[in-house]
């Protein structure tokens, strides 16, 4: 049987692309060489998978993939970020927004993300073959006439599109195949790096600071005495280093540069400027004129961080604080507005969120997602050149350019 669109890759971006072009009428098979559909998707938003993010405008959307966000505009204006979160209401999947305008299921469940996918296709018939792995194209006349998967089983399609994901979470299926096709295809793939990903630094005090949950936080990465990038917001404490939403952004510039001379620098006190938080600890000094040192930190900072600030501080922990000099209290204070860790290296593709790189740009038509190599082929999810922050960006990439390679593939067969 010869089918009309064939997707390879059963992630967010394919079962999307099944998903239009079956609702078009295409006769559709969707193959997936892991043994369940979506496994990455469950794990996305600690399992309660951020489905996009609810920013103002596309504008401010595509603003934060930097110079290549403009391919996505097209995509964008053809399924869009209220488009994403009516398709799931209207599959029953109600939705909720939370601060920075991060949009999730109100069950707080990826199944049900997952689960309202599943029953699209097969409501549009969709044939889904699981536990089967492409081997290779067999290409003639600028066009890709079938695929042979590892079985020997040989699969024909007139549109046929590859949403394979990158090489972050090997062990969901992501494992990076489909750059190696598409480099045989004649495309070129922009060299790969893990992105949004934990840090792992050299410093061992973070061992004493495992598990410490930062809020409100600002940390500032710097290459010698040049700021690369600064973030504000969430952070955690690693047995090697740091995680959370603040580091993980911070890693998708760090992960192009050298690990050499790269220093994040935490200011636990951002509202404060030095001579208001100078004051501040002067008032609880004063407020506690008979307290040892090392309690008078309560108000200040969590109690985790406190023994390590006083170590770091060499100030004597049971110093009255009426006797704590200027000096001693100016170290103080520099640790809580720059406390300075140095980078070792960032975790690899099994801890990385998403790959930095991909297909070079210019090789897709953005309002399509056709190839302009091979007549067709069309591409859509993390496979591109596209990688975005945290908080449902990359998601939505995968929604509106698998929305428009189905639908492209679907009018075309």
Request: glycine share 8%.
């Amino acid at each position: 049987m010869k089918y009309n669109t064939v997707v390879i890759g059963g992630g967010a971006a394919g079962m999307m692309a099944a998903c239009r072009s079956a609702e078009l009428g295409a006769r559709v098979v969707l193959i997936e060489k892991h043994r369940k559909l979506g496994t990455k998707l469950l794990i996305t938003g600690k399992g309660r998978c951020n489905i996009t993010n609810k920013v103002e405008n596309n504008r401010e959307f595509v603003s934060e993939f930097g110079k290549n966000g403009k391919f996505i505009f097209s995509a964008l204006y053809k399924f869009g970020i209220d488009d994403t979160i009516n398709f799931f209401n209207n599959h029953g999947v109600n939705t909720k927004v939370e601060r920075g305008n991060r949009v999730f299921p109100k069950s707080d469940k990826s199944i049900d993300v997952l689960n309202a996918l599943i029953g699209n296709m097969k409501n549009y018939e969709v044939e889904i073959r699981k536990n089967s792995q492409v081997k290779d194209f067999i290409i003639k006349d600028n066009n890709i006439q079938r695929i042979i998967l590892k079985s020997g089983e040989k699969i024909e399609g007139n549109n046929y599109i590859l949403c394979t994901g990158g090489k972050s979470c090997p062990t969901t299926g992501s494992s990076g195949d489909g750059y190696d096709w598409l480099s045989k295809l004649g495309h070129t793939v922009i060299e790969l790096f893990p992105s949004l990903t934990p840090i792992i630094v050299k410093d061992k005090v973070v061992k004493e600071l495992e598990g410490l949950s930062l809020k409100n936080v600002k940390i500032t990465a710097y290459k010698g005495n040049k700021v690369i990038d600064s973030k504000f917001g969430e952070a955690i404490f690693t047995s090697d280093g740091m995680s959370g939403p603040i580091i993980l952004d911070l890693s998708r510039k760090l992960a192009k540069l050298s690990p050499k001379e790269i220093k994040i620098k935490i200011d636990f006190k951002p509202a404060l400027d030095q001579q208001k938080l100078d004051k501040r600890i002067q008032r609880d000094f004063m407020e506690g004129n008979n307290k040892m040192f090392k309690n008078s930190l309560d108000k200040l900072l969590p109690q985790k961080l406190i023994p390590v600030i006083i170590k770091l501080s060499e100030i004597d922990a049971d110093k009255k604080v009426n006797l704590i000099t200027h000096k001693e209290r100016m170290k103080l204070l520099n640790f809580i507005k720059e406390f300075t860790l140095e980078l070792k290296e960032l975790s690899d593709y099994n801890k990385a969120i998403i790959t930095s790189g991909g297909v070079k740009l210019n090789e897709i038509d953005p309002k399509t997602m056709k190839s302009k190599l091979i007549d067709n082929l069309y591409l859509a999810g993390e496979i591109l050149d596209l990688d975005g922050p945290t908080g449902g960006y990359n998601l939505q990439v995968c929604w509106s350019t698998g929305y428009v390679a189905g639908d492209s593939a679907g009018k075309n067969f």
